[in-house]
């Protein structure tokens, strides 16, 4: 078996960095959909601008708000305004196609990184 990337969310930017919220990132439910992240699914969040790298779990946020939110403890490692790459992974024994959504700076979808994947997967791509 091994750990693969299956979904990643690239160049995302955060919006709010709440420390006092219970835990967990807030993701647009939208984006989370392009890219099939489930609710409460582990992430690993990268942050481009610090370097910072955490784990946690995904919650969905409203449709089409462009939420990208770092809850709890979280914000004390990545801060609103920081650009981050969201990254799930599968435990598999065969290869993944992964979905790869890349987004502009209001967290909206720009395309796919990689739509052979999205066409082997059968997603229709709007």
Do not use: Q
């Not at 919006?15 to 835990?23: C, H, L, M, W």
């Not at 409460?40 to 955490?54: D, F, M, P």
């Not at 779990?57 to 809850?71: E, Q, S, V």
């Amino acid at each position: 078996m091994r750990l693969l990337m299956r979904s990643k969310i690239h160049k995302a930017v955060v919006t709010e960095a709440d420390v006092d919220y219970v835990g967990s990132v807030t993701i647009d439910e939208d984006l989370m959909d392009l890219a099939g992240i489930w609710h409460w699914e582990k992430v690993l969040i990268v942050s481009n601008t610090s370097g910072a790298r955490l784990e946690t779990y995904a919650i969905p946020g409203p449709r089409g708000a462009g939420d990208i939110c770092i809850n709890g403890a979280a914000a004390h490692l990545i801060g609103k305004g920081e650009e981050v790459i969201i990254i799930a992974f599968e435990l598999t024994d065969k290869p993944v196609a992964p979905k790869a959504v890349l987004v502009d700076r209001e967290n909206r979808f720009v395309r796919y990184l990689n739509p052979e994947a999205i066409i082997e997967d059968k997603v229709v791509v709007a």
